[in-house]
């Protein structure tokens, strides 16, 4: 079982990256936030209760959408390996994860960023914000204000899997398939 996290700010390719790398490598992808749109939408125990902390405009702790997540990895016991989209974001959370994985007998084999300058990403997400109708992606200030968010809780990550000698950072400018190829020249050779 390979189980990959893909780190990236908003705009880099997680998701289209993510598409390819579960078809070449038969991977469960799990992204956090259609695990949390799948709870809140069909009412589940977990989605009423992250409900709770979004109506009063506070962030799901982590325990919450750890169970989520644990929850959403659980439905897949015969995969080859799961490739983690937005989670781990802290941390705590990728604590939980290493505490988690081996239960199963498994554990986090690589964690791989792309990597983009900031005025690449802004510019990738007010293009796809045109069409996309997300309103998140309609406003440079909020597109920042991700940024920074990421930059305060997620980057510390990349020490903590470095430190683990799970950290691979790929170029995430060029074409869809010149990504691909970086990140599979990683994966190919763990």
């Not at 439905?75 to 989670?87: A, E, Q, R, S, V």
């Not at 992606?137 to 430190?163: S, V, W």
Request: charged share 25%; proline share 4%; hydrophobic share 35%.
């Amino acid at each position: 079982m390979i189980n990959i996290v893909l780190f990236g700010k908003p705009g880099a390719g997680k998701g289209t990256q993510a598409e390819f790398l579960k078809e070449k490598y038969n991977l469960t992808h799990i992204s956090t936030g259609d695990v949390f749109r799948y709870n809140l939408k069909n009412d589940t125990p977990l989605g009423k209760e992250a409900r709770v902390y979004m109506d009063a405009g506070d962030l799901v702790p982590d325990e919450l959408t750890t169970k989520m997540l644990i929850d959403e990895v659980n439905k897949h016991p015969d995969t080859n390996g799961i490739l983690f989209d937005g989670y781990p974001r802290t941390i705590s959370q990728a604590e939980a994860l290493d505490a988690f994985l081996p239960t199963i007998g498994s554990s986090v084999a690589a964690t791989i960023a792309l990597e983009a300058d900031d005025n690449i990403l802004v510019a990738r997400l007010l293009e796809r914000g045109k069409t996309s109708g997300r309103v998140d992606d309609q406003d440079e200030d909020k597109i920042r204000n991700r940024y920074q968010e990421y930059n305060e809780k997620t980057a510390p990550l990349m020490g903590y899997y470095k430190d683990q000698n799970k950290f691979y950072a790929v170029n995430g400018i060029g074409s869809i398939q010149e990504i691909t190829e970086r990140l599979t020249a990683v994966i190919d050779n763990l």
